[in-house]
């Protein structure tokens, strides 16, 4: 597929709404709109100002909303360091052919950037590819930074024996790196993280057999945790609905997991149903322990989730992303156009956040940085 590259982008600066959160409940303040085509961001406490800084900014990378429309920037959203690259990978792309069935695409996105010696991080121009995925990958989703590649997850087709993890090492063939739990097929692999003992933690949820691609499910929507040194795969975490994204604190000692319950794959909503982040502790021996509500969506629900190095959660949502801090108190909202369903952090303060037709780079403060990389 030819590659497309988008240069001479502009750098906006991101407008700051102060809200006090008592006049907001109270209904005496009128809630902030989002724009249709710029990122803005709520700030509840001065926290929050912390890690966005006093002049945060924002770039339209990509957008496909004027012409194909596809949604090729919704998952993954994985970021090289050593190559300033980005992938992420599409929603559902409908066949336009009756032969063909629906499809996956994965993009790479290389980053061009101006002088960094002279402190300027913006991206000027993009270089962005569209790529089947490699075989074995089928209907990737999401996706984390694993040796000098990354671990996808393949979600499976309608065919007994697809899905699972996937490790994509940089200009060679992918490696299966588990497949199934003790025989029997996962239902379609979501999200992934990866512990500093190497250990991968990772959630099942329906959604493939709901939007028509997947087997029926085999399993319960699971949450599992697979040591490619031993081979030991055990089942962390049962009686979610639908888990989604899963993420560690800096010190590793919770992982907290999304549950989408609210949404199916069909697309049907139930408001009743969770929109929610669990906490859960990590117990020595690889077990969970200690469920509790961390925090629910205040608009739509959380989807992808990362920590900062402060250990403040952000969670992609309806109204874009929504952050928290340790003790589940909602700090700040960067409001972006359409809401998220993932993201990552870059170099120096900067976030990529996957809008489906729009992929935008936010600049926060120098100093916030992800925990998963720490750049």
Known sequence: MAAVTNADIPVV?????VVNRIEESSGRSKPVQASKDQIAVIQYTDAFADLTG?????????????????????????FLPAHD????????LQSTSSSNFPTILISRVKLLRTDRLSGDNNVHTVEWAKMRPPPGIDMPNGGVNYKDGILFCAQGTAQVGTGGLYYMPRGKPPQA???????????SVNDVVVAKDGSIWFTDPCYGFEQDFRQKPRLPCHVYRFDPD?????????????????????????????????????????????????????IP??????????????????????????????????????????????????LVPGGVANFCFGK???MFLCAEQNLWRLQL????????LGI
């Open 348 to 350: 120096d303060g900067e």
């Open 13 to 17: 600066p991101t407008t700051i709404h």
């Open 285 to 334: 021996g690889s077990f969970l322990a200690n469920k509790r509500v961390f925090a629910f969506a205040a608009v739509g629900f959380p989807d992808g989730i990362k920590c900062d190095v402060y250990g403040n959660v952000y969670s992609g949502c309806g109204d874009g992303v929504e952050v928290w801090n340790t003790a589940g108190s909602l700090i700040g909202r960067i």
């Open 85 to 92: 690259e980005l992938y992420t990978t599409s929603n559902l």
């Open 54 to 78: 006093p002049s945060p900014t924002h770039s339209l990378l990509l957008s496909t909303s004027t012409s194909s429309k596809n949604p090729f920037f919704h998952e993954a959203c994985v």
């Open 365 to 372: 403060a120098r100093q916030t940085k992800g925990a998963l």
């Open 177 to 187: 790196l588990v497949k199934n739990f003790h025989g029997r097929d996962f239902n």
């Open 230 to 282: 031993t081979g030991d795969l055990r089942v962390v975490a049962d009686g979610l609905g639908r888990p989604n994204g899963i993420a560690f604190s800096p010190d590793e000692k919770i992982v907290y997991i999304t549950d989408t319950d609210h949404i199916h794959g069909d697309g049907s909503k139930d408001p009743l149903r969770a929109s929610t982040i669990y906490a859960f502790d990590v």
